[in-house]
């Protein structure tokens, strides 16, 4: 068996999971539980990588449930969103269906992004208790609460998330789409 393969854009470390390719950023992305010389020179220097080392990657990889084309779930990047602190402190930590209701949907001229990074899981439960009593690095928010969006990214698209009364509601939260010039226009 050879040391280091991958199959499937799986990186195998002696028959282990240890990360996975994004071949899009050209990157490997690997749990630090595998960092070695070994492995950093075979992804670097023999396959030409960047290198990502994020910590729960091969417990998400282990647990992960297969898409539908058989591949392991991914983990995405997570962004968080906060109410702009000069918002209506009315619109602050209360639930989807009342915030709805007063408001229309969350607008996300409203907020502002206090968190953006790879994260170790795509589990939304485990993040909230992450962004509540760890607050990982690069975190410049208050603790997550009602009211705060979490989106979970990757080259695919986006998913965001509204922290409600208990658990989560899945959001449309785009930025509209900018109106797009027809030619060249001239103000006289």
């Known amino acids: 068996m050879e040391a280091i393969q991958i199959k499937k854009n799986r990186i195998l470390y002696y028959g282990n999971t240890a990360g996975y390719l994004d071949a899009k950023r050209n990157t490997a992305i690997v749990d630090p539980m595998f960092e070695n010389d070994e492995l950093k020179s075979y992804l670097s220097n ?94 410049r928010g208050h603790s997550l609460s009602m009211s705060d969006v979490i989106e979970l990214y990757d080259a695919s698209g986006s998913t965001f998330h509204y922290v409600d009364r208990f658990g989560f509601r899945e959001i449309t939260f785009q930025e509209p789409e900018l109106e797009q010039m027809q030619g060249p ?3 006289m």
């Not at 058989?70 to 602050?92: A, E, H």
């Open 46 to 139: 023999v396959r030409g990588l960047d290198i990502q080392w994020i910590l729960g990657t091969f417990d998400c990889l282990a647990v992960g449930t297969p898409d539908s084309d058989g591949n392991l779930q991914v983990l995405k990047k997570c962004r968080v969103y906060q109410l702009t602190p000069d918002t209506n402190v009315i619109m602050k930590f209360i639930g989807y269906d009342d915030f709805k209701k007063r408001f229309g949907e969350p607008d996300p001229a409203s907020y502002q992004v206090v968190y953006d990074s790879e994260v170790e899981t795509n589990d939304l439960e485990v993040l909230y208790t992450k962004f509540n009593l760890e607050h990982l690095n690069g975190y």
């Open 185 to 187: 226009q001239m103000n």
